[in-house]
């Protein structure tokens, strides 16, 4: 059997680099993510995130919740990764995330959506090709709620070294 040719679908370049980021530059990611009820079960069975609250619907509710509640964890975790397209898919490692706040409950069938805004940004001094860019990001619901904030740092290729 003859290789596949994949010149017909071309590689296009994804990401940013150092000098693309501008203090108080503003992202807002694509099309968000809908959490159905199998994502949060096999996230929590997966993660071992044994809380009642995350695969107990009477307990929820007990808890006066309408229903389970999607790990936090799922939530941090999806929006950080609708980020990554803008922010740091081209490369550099993540360097931390903190401080990280979560300000409402999420639910089976809400769709997060997610907003970045650059904070901080600074060239590196041990690695001369790469700068350090610090985003805070926002998640969001379905009804514009923010659900949960973070602010996360990765070291971000620069376009030339100095």
């Not at 929590?44 to 929820?60: I, K, V």
Request: glycine share 10%; aromatic share 10%.
């Amino acid at each position: 059997m003859a290789d596949p040719d994949f010149s017909t679908f071309p590689l296009r370049a994804r990401g940013h680099a150092y000098e693309d980021f501008a203090d108080g530059q503003c992202f807002d990611h694509h099309w968000g993510r809908t959490l159905g009820q199998a994502d949060a079960t096999l996230f929590a069975t997966a993660a071992l995130r044994f809380t009642p609250l995350y695969f107990n619907d009477e307990y929820a509710r007990a808890c006066g919740h309408p229903g389970i509640v999607v790990d936090p964890l799922l939530v941090l975790c999806t929006v950080v990764g609708l980020s990554v397209e803008d922010l740091s898919e081209a490369g550099g490692p993540f360097l931390g995330i903190g401080p990280v706040r979560f300000l409402l409950p999420v639910y089976p069938g809400d769709t997060l959506t997610a907003r970045s805004e650059v904070v901080a940004r600074r060239q590196s001094e041990k690695r001369p090709g790469f700068g350090i860019v610090t985003w805070r990001t926002e998640g969001r619901n379905q009804r514009g709620q923010i659900v949960v904030t973070c602010e996360r740092t990765n070291l971000v290729a620069r376009k030339a070294p100095r």
